[in-house]
């Protein structure tokens, strides 16, 4: 191997680096594990390509620029028309048209991955004219981002065995580009300054070749020498070395493309072995079914088996700087989970279980688990969110009612994870938004549905105590929920006084709590300068409290559902062409800007398809039709069947190509709402709803005599009041002896504390009908044999 040129390009280290479009046409992978690339496909080009994980993005783009030497030069996201077509209806190839608005010739290309090597691959055939198309001059542009970033990369023009290519290289990880014909000129520039668009911009021609740029923002350049041919494939391979990268793009392109496609297509045809045939129950012939079932196991990575990340976007990236290096190329449990729940309604277990698994490993030693993490395990975001805790607990309890073959022993994660909820609970620093700390209905449904499920597993060991005292937790949950989250003061709809709020604020170190659904302000963030940011809480709703009627806590028809199902509809909800959509809340920041220019830091959100799903499976517990939400649904996908995060909401503005329904800046394809997709056509098929949990429902639907009245008292949430009748449980994290009295001390009783499974100790104190005096205690601690050296009290009413 040689280095061509020792020509240091000018204009270091190029202009800031950004990211690319969120709102993606296509996603692509091979079926193989043994392909550790991912790639992506927006307006006509390759966008991020992965490796070799799912959650490394390693370029920006990767495109052609045309011109006919003398007088035009196009660059094909900016310049052309382009068409995306899947070239299957079971696996992630893409046919991309690249038309010149004049007419004059079309690129058109078709993007698969190497069935088995890290390498992407893009045959390319000119279209047109003959004697126009002989004059063509076809240029490849590709702009590295190494490891996660757009500084600091490396390129190099190189000869290997008589071939040059370009390759780059950063922190060890390097990328080889080369096609079935030459290069006949090779550069490497800094963005903005000495790169290839720079350029041919200039004149039409291709006059700088620099051998190398080093430290920078960059572009490879290379114009291929098409020498009467219009057809060719173009190659991008990634390696640990230099030679590892060149050998992997060699070996890729050395055999013949339709050879490699044919295999990429059988790998894919595989993966629908037991998938159920929903596509019956959908209205454009399973087309998005099975492309939602592609998608899912496509955002799996192949080095952590299990993980599987929100999505291969990072939203509004063309507007971000991109040290922002998160995006969503991260795995949130709440995502994942719903990811793999979606393919277990689709039929297919093996995903889901290997996900539990890892995320058994994943869990943190106190029992909790990060707010996002990488692949690998290394939290990036570090918020507790108690739903994210729930949500393995009810992977595994949908496992084992699907008899999944399971032969690691998930017990000790499930019992770690509900200590986790008892100790740190019932506020949550954050709910499923993100955002805001407090009493959240939906956090408080996934909470409950977890514990009474980790009940059963815990019961079917045979520790009928350890079951009891989780479930007894759960009731305490149950029984304040519409105390702790329903406004009885509503002002949204006219004459609807009651319903659910999205979250009573509340600081989780507070350990007096405001706990009056009526009272308190929440700060929504996101909100442009100068604009209101604070608001009565009772003010604020979303739809999370239908998770409490989709896991079996509350009946579709209790009147205080039905009621904020109305509010909900007159103050979130959305009429599109294809259907309804629906806000997270009301007054939300998070979305594309009032004129359509990107979120940064600010915007308004908009509507959200996911929720169309949510909705949907309410609207089939209650009895309805769900007709509505399965179409909408799929007219929300894109013409390449992906699902966006958020559609726009307004009426159109098409100089900023936002249009009433139709995907934002932000995440497409987002694997939520795929998910949430095939659970409602399962839902459907089956005539109930999928996450249904009967145990939670024959615990709370029912006559309820299993569930005990309690007021809990901990040290993170020291209540001032108990109701006579009920039973005032004291918790507390290490044995103890209770020092109490419910006489003003005029007697005084010592109650050694019950040890639990879940690492918490507790003492039980019932609060006769005819208790007047409030009770008093403090704790003498066992193992340091020290008192608290203070006094608590709790009134009774």
Known sequence: MNFLSQRQAFGSPGIAPRWTHANKDGVGT???????????????????????????????????????????FHEEKRHLRSKVEPMWTHGLGYRITNFDPQGRYAVIKEVIADPHLSCILQRTKLTGEREFISQLQLYALCAPHLEVGGRGNNGYAVEVAGHDILVAEKGGTWLALGATVPFVRLSCGYVGQSDGWTDLADNFQMDWEFGRAL???????????????????????????????????????????????????????????GIRPLENVSYDDGKLYHNSVSLLLAHEDKTYPGALIASMAIPWGEAKDDQDQGGYHLVWTRDLVSSV?????????????????????????????????????????????????????????????????????????ILNAAGYLIRHGPATQQERWEENSGYSPSTLASNIAALICAAQFVRERGD????????????????????????????????????????????????????????????????????????????????????????????????????????????????????????????????????????????????????????????????GDVKTYIKAMEGFASDTCLLPEQVWDEADKPHVHMYLGKATGSAMPLMWAHAEYIKLLRSNHDGKVFDFIPEVANRYLGERK??????????????????????????????????????????????????????????????????????????????????????????VS
């Open 30 to 72: 091979a079926y193989s594990t043994s392909s550790r690339v991912w790639f992506t496909i927006w307006n006509g080009v390759v966008t991020e390509i992965y490796h070799p994980t799912v959650d490394k993005p390693q370029i920006r783009d990767l495109q052609y620029l045309i011109s006919d030497g003398k007088s035009f």
């Open 215 to 273: 430290n920078g923002n960059l572009a490879l350049t290379g114009k291929l020498n098409l020498d009467g041919s219009d057809e060719l494939t173009l190659g991008l391979a990634f390696g640990t070395s230099l030679h590892n990268a060149i050998s992997t793009l060699f070996q890729s392109l050395n055999l013949p493309f339709e050879q490699q496609k044919q295999q990429y297509n059988e790998q894919w045809k595989r993966s629908r072995n």
């Open 464 to 623: 009928e105590a350890t079951a009891q005292f989780i479930e007894e937790y759960a009731d305490f949950l149950e029984s304040h929920i519409e105390a702790w989250t329903v406004t009885t003061e509503g002002t949204l709809v006219p004459g609807i006084k009651r319903h659910y709020i999205r979250i009573t604020p509340s600081d989780i170190h507070n350990p007096q709590p405001n706990e009056n659904p009526n009272q308190g302000t929440l700060l929504i963030t996101s909100q442009p300068p100068g604009k209101r940011a604070e608001f009565p809480a009772k003010e604020i709703v979303d739809g999370g409290f239908l998770q409490l009627v989709r896991y079996g806590i509350r009946k579709p028809d209790d009147p205080i559902i039905v009621d904020s199902v109305k509010v909900i509809d007159a103050i979130l909800k959305v009429d599109t062409p294809v259907g309804p959509c629906w806000h997270r809340y009301n007054h939300d920041g998070y979305g594309q800007r009032e004129d359509g220019s990107p979120y940064i830091g600010w915007g308004k959100g908009r509507a959200w398809p996911l929720l169309t799903a949510e909705r949907g499976h309410y609207e089939l517990a209650a009895g």
């Open 341 to 413: 729940a979606g393919l277990v309604a689709a039929g297919e277990t093996d995903t889901a279980v290997r996900s539990l698994i890892y995320l058994a490993t994943s869990q943190q030693k106190d029992g909790g688990f990060a707010q996002n993490f990488w692949v690998n395990g290394k939290p990036y975001w570090k918020g507790i969110q108690l739903d994210e805790v729930s949500f393995p607990i009810l992977l595994a309890w949908l496992l084992h009612q699907e008899n999944a073959c399971l032969n690691f022993d998930i017990y000790p994660m």
């Open 706 to 795: 299993q569930c005990k009245s309690l007021e809990v008292w901990k040290f993170n949430r020291q209540i001032s009041q108990v109701k006579k009748g009920q039973t005032l449980r004291i918790h507390a994290l290490a044995s103890f002896r209770l020092h109490w009295s419910d006489d003003n001390w005029q007697t005084i009783q010592d109650t050694p504390s019950t040890s639990t499974k879940v690492g918490i100790y507790f003492v039980d104190i019932s609060v006769a009908d005819s208790q007047q005096q409030p009770i008093n205690f403090t704790f003498f601690w066992i193992e340091s044999s020290k008192w608290e050296q203070r006094n608590y009290t709790v009134t």
